[in-house]
Every structure is written in C-alpha cells, then in structure tokens.
C-alpha cells in the first residue's frame, strides 16, 4: 500500500508555510532520521530522493520496503512520510485511514520536534 500525500491538515498546530518549506540538509536528515526512530523505537526508513519537479513537491511512502520518496528536501514533506513511516512500525502495518487520529498524533509530536 501507498501513502500519497499534500500536506499536514490532520494537526492541530500544522506547520506554518514557511517552516513547511524550510530546508533540509543531508546532515539534518540524518538527525531528524536517527533521533525520531529512536524515540519511537522504530527501524530508520529508507530514503529515496526523486527528480524535483517545479513548483510541485511530492512524497510516498511505501510500507512493503519501509521507503520514504521525495522530491525535495523540505521540512514538512519529510516529516508527514515520517509519520507514515512510524505508523507502520508502531503497528504493524499502516492503519486506515492513511491520516486518521494515529497518524495526526504522531505528526503532531513530529512537528512540534523539529519545528
Ligand atoms: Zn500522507
């Protein structure tokens, strides 16, 4: 199953655009990577980065290889497939809806993280 995604709207304190947009350094990822797994206790997702497109960014997360794919290393794109990924790995499989309660639970906590 895919998760495709536009966007954090199942939060109560969503990102702002601006912080949405913020920029993600290979060296950050690796931190927002190894810290958020480690406080959910999950397995680190793999990362696959895609040909950006103008204008237009977009994420999957793929559950069957635990792979997250992105386009364009932004903040709020990066963490919304986080939170897919940690959905899965906290439950065994990903729970539907794709952003139900659980997921805006464990985005919210992610956002308020790195924000
Ligand atoms: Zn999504």
């Not at 960014?57 to 559950?63: E, R």
């Amino acid at each position: 199953m895919r998760s495709q995604c536009t966007g954090e709207s199942n939060v109560a304190n969503p990102l702002t655009i601006e912080e949405f947009y913020r920029p993600v350094s290979d060296e950050l990822l690796e931190v927002v990577l190894t810290y958020s797994c480690s406080k959910w206790n999950v397995s680190i997702p793999n990362v696959v980065k895609l040909p950006d497109r103008p204008r237009k960014f977009a994420g999957k997360y793929k559950q069957s290889t635990n792979t997250i794919q992105y386009n364009r290393d932004i903040l709020g794109l990066i963490l919304h497939e986080l939170a897919h990924h940690i959905n899965k790995c906290t439950n065994g499989t990903h729970p539907l809806p794709s952003h139900g309660t659980r997921y805006g639970e464990i985005l919210q906590e992610l956002l308020d993280l790195w924000r």
